[in-house]
């Protein structure tokens, strides 16, 4: 006896023929729908649109159908076939996970549920690619356009913020140019030693104060260091006095209780050498729920230290191109940022050593993928014609923003306890 298949309460055959029937009263209408719901959403009446599809596309004489009553909304109807559509992918999903534990008793049940978290995640991506790809005028689009730009204004005067982004907590000026981090690739880039994992976990604390979750990936660092570098960064505190154990960690207990409100928003993951970048989307998206559940918001900042190692670390062919490998990971981030989740992800990026002087887009390492992907490209470098006091003098420099202009920031980096800030000069001392 065939197993029951729960997909198939998410067929609508009548509705598959109303939509194919007014596409040949008005073959203008194919493209539309098209737009709305893709071929695989035709399982009643898949070879009348493919026949009507191959007609249409072809410029030849549509065929005869049945006398099927025309859908008198069909974008409205095409828009209804594509959410069945995305059912069925879920229903599919859903019976291949209950299956797998019923068929597999004595397996792990933690195997069943990583394979179901990856199909809910992929048909996730699959309607946020879907969403892009439609053919739009900007009539269609405007709705949608005017709402997020009321949405934007509405923050501005509830918070009072001069930004619509999240706060950097490091530049005022750097606010102002990119509007604080918005949804999108953010790429660090430095030589090693600057301050790039110091920048990052400033820029996380900042999230963090303003009650907004970071998901920070150390590639590099362990998470219990990270975790100290951040308590003392907060706290203006000397994290090697306590490595080295020439300070009491009393102190540091002290200033972690002090702030612990802050530190329940900063979530660290040491990710495993093979870790598959879907795993990184699912925490991501686990976070997501969580703090939608608990808040009105779906805000996030995802970090991540850095590139070049997440490339070697998630490499599964050791033959391939490590340049496009690179390239690669960092679109998926972007594709993060922008439609998968909507949250501004920040990147850390080596710089190539051959390089002199200050660096720019072309000196990304591995890949100029980097730079065409990214939404804003910051680089550090240190300027040694400014009095560095009791730090470093450095250069932030935004050498690409989709969101404003280009410039230099001067900035003083404590690199002690990890933080900078920026540097008031007059036009004659830069």
């Known amino acids: 006896m065939p197993r029951y298949q729960l997909s198939t309460e998410y067929v609508d055959q009548e509705l598959e023929q109303s939509l194919i029937a007014a596409i040949v009263a008005d073959p203008k209408l194919y493209l539309d729908v098209m737009s709305h719901t893709p071929v695989e959403a035709f399982v009643a009446e898949p070879e009348a649109f493919s026949r009507v599809g191959i007609a249409i596309e072809g410029d030849k004489p549509l065929p005869t159908i049945p006398e099927w009553q025309p859908s008198v909304e069909p974008l409205q109807d095409a828009q209804r076939l594509n959410t069945k559509y995305q059912c069925r992918l879920f229903a599919d999903a859903l019976q291949t996970g209950i299956e797998g534990l019923r068929d597999k008793v004595d397996d792990n049940p933690l195997s069943h549920i990583d394979v179901l978290v990856e199909k809910l995640t992929d048909i996730i991506q699959l309607t946020h690619e879907q969403h892009k790809q439609r053919v739009e005028s900007v009539v269609d689009l405007w709705s949608e356009v005017s709402t997020d730009l009321h949405q934007r204004r509405k923050i501005i005067e509830e918070t009072g913020s001069t930004v619509i982004g999240i706060e950097s907590g490091v530049s005022p000026t750097l606010d102002e140019l990119m509007g604080g981090l918005q949804n999108g690739l953010f790429v660090v880039a430095s030589r090693p030693s600057l301050g790039k994992t110091s920048l990052a976990t400033q820029l996380s604390l900042s999230s963090c104060k303003q009650g907004i979750p970071c998901l920070f990936l150390s590639f590099e660092e362990p998470k219990q260091r990270l975790a100290v570098r951040a308590v003392c960064s907060l ?15 009393t102190t540091l207990d002290q200033a972690f209780r002090h702030h612990q409100d802050i530190f329940s928003h900063f979530h660290i993951v040491e990710p495993y050498k093979g870790i598959a970048f879907n795993h990184i989307r699912d925490k991501a998206h686990q976070l997501v729920i969580r703090y939608k559940r608990e808040k009105e918001h779906r805000k996030l900042l995802i970090v991540v230290d850095y590139l070049q190692l997440v490339a070697r670390s998630m490499r599964s062919n050791p033959n391939s191109d490590f340049r496009f490998d690179v390239g690669s990971i960092a679109n998926q981030f972007r594709t993060l940022g922008i439609s998968d989740i909507g949250c501004p992800v920040v990147i850390l990026s080596a710089i190539n050593r051959a390089s002199e002087g200050k660096p720019g887009l ?69």
Not at 243 to 249: A, I, N, S, V, Y
Request: proline letters at 2%; hydrophobic letters at 30%.
């Open 362 to 430: 072309e000196h990304l390492s591995e890949s100029d993928q980097i730079g065409y992907d990214a939404d804003a490209v910051l680089t550090l470098s240190i300027n040694d014609e400014r009095d560095a006091g009791d730090g470093s003098s450095v250069d932030l420099t935004v050498t690409k923003n989709r969101w404003g202009g280009t410039g230099t920031i001067p900035l003083h980096f404590r690199k002690d306890i990890g933080r900078f800030s920026e540097v008031e000069i007059t036009e004659d001392e830069y």
């Open 235 to 249: 706290s203006g505190l000397v994290a090697k006095d306590y490595f080295d154990g020439r300070e009491d960690p």
